[in-house]
């Protein structure tokens, strides 16, 4: 079970970034995605996760209105838009799978069964 984030860059606040995670060694369709992010001297947080089939989604408070997730299952892909972006969502981004097919809510980052490498943004001036 591989994944694969990416899409980091540098961004001037207000601007956009698009994040990207590529499944590999499983079947996509069996696992929930979500979103965390970490910033230095901070714990690693939840940002957003979508359900197996996509028809469940959650957003942290920070981030709602902000942040769009979606998946293509058949791409083994699950994106975050980010947009209006802040100083403060400044962070390495990871992406991380379980294997479940309930509905999302804030999931703990420690029943994540599976996390990719991270991807930095920063939102900067």
């Known amino acids: 079970v591989q994944l694969q984030a990416s899409g980091g860059g540098l961004v001037q606040p207000g601007g956009s970034l698009r994040l990207s995670c590529v499944a590999s060694?499983?079947?996509?369709?069996?696992?929930?995605i979500g979103w965390f992010r970490q910033a230095p001297g901070k714990e690693r947080a939840f940002v957003s996760a979508?359900?197996?089939?996509?028809?469940?989604?959650s957003y942290a408070d920070s981030v709602k209105g902000r942040f769009t997730i979606s998946r293509d299952n058949d791409k083994k892909t699950v994106a975050l838009q980010m947009n209006s972006l802040k100083p403060e969502d400044t962070a390495t981004y990871y992406c991380?799978?379980?294997?479940?097919?309930?509905?999302?809510?804030?999931?703990?980052?420690?029943?994540?069964?599976?996390w990719g490498k991270g991807t930095q943004v920063t939102v900067s001036s």
């Open positions: 979508i359900s197996w089939g996509g028809g469940s989604t």
């Open positions: 991380a799978a379980v294997r479940t097919r309930a509905n999302v809510g804030i999931i703990p980052r420690n029943i994540m069964d599976d």
């Open positions: 060694g499983f079947r996509l369709n069996y696992h929930a």
